[in-house]
């Protein structure tokens, strides 16, 4: 008895001695980038429809969220507070180069960023391009206005710092966390003006779920990305002209030379079925790469590719193909490309990779 007393007070102190030299836990340090948004919008009272985004601050955001202590030691900034409607090329840049300054420093596990839903597909490709980092940065937003009965941006910040927090998310690139469902990057886009279960990634599926901060992860994107990608804004100041013409039935070529003669470097055509377009455009889809305007072609429809030499002859017109990238997201890596090539084969070798 007396042994056996002697046997638990010594494993007792073996305990204690080994975990006093363990390092204590220290929870991830998480920065979260606020943008505006509807997840930052407010409403004169919590029933109506009509709203305006990008009204209240990272702090309000955070203070709604008192639950992240559970989950990280979180810390916010305010980069802009728009409507994501007035994204722009000089905040994408902002934007760039401050997470690239954050995840370049050892304190900084990972990074949240709040914007709105209308464009966050266009700048979570964009930072997929050009963040240079394998670890985590994840976006999200909301649909309904903070002030809103039910708003989902409470939750959806909460699920974004678990995702943003937790070491698998690394190396997957830049994830869209919204309504308890991740997604990548380059597969998500908004499919309803007002549903909160807006997003989807019509042709590779989610990168996984989160349900409470409790995530599971299905899958990796294979395309290029983030410290895998060869895009560097080092230097660079601003971006080039990208517009993007949106075809249809009985189409007026003559916008496609306007946006030339107004100094498009790069056109995208949002074709119909496979990228397809008028007799008529096609015309001045040569004349505009006869003046060495890049063109690519994506597709007005939700999912599928756009497939090179399908109806369209890319050789003979002197054009890209987009593969799954829609039009808001093929204009993005044009844009990049375009800071380095005007070639179009080359660009087509970028759009194969990313
Ligand atoms: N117009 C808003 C925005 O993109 C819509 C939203 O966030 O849901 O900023």
Known sequence: MKHSRLLVLALLALVAAVSSSLPAYAAPDITILATGGTIAGSAETQTQAGYTSGQVGVETLLAAVPQLKELADVSGEQVVNVGSQDMSDAIWLDLA???NTL??????EGIVITHGTDTIEETAYFLNLVVDSDKPVVMTAAMRPSTALSADGPLNIYNAVAVAADIRASGRGVLVVANDDIHSARAVTKTNTTDVQTFVSPERGLIGTTLYGKNTFFR???RAHT????????GVKALP???IIYMHANF???IIDAAVANGAKGLVI???GNG????EAQAAVARATGAGVAVVRSSRVVSGATGRNVETDDDKLGTVASGELNPAKARVLLKLALLTTKDASDIQAMFDKY
């Open 227 to 234: 410290s895998g990608s060869d895009f560097s804004l080092k």
């Open 270 to 272: 949002a074709g119909v």
């Open 220 to 222: 990796t994107p294979y």
């Open 252 to 254: 007026s070529a003559d």
């Open 241 to 243: 002209r990208v517009d």
């Open 276 to 279: 397809n377009m008028t007799t």
């Open 103 to 108: 995840l370049a420093t050892k304190k900084t």
């Open 97 to 99: 180069s401050r997470i």
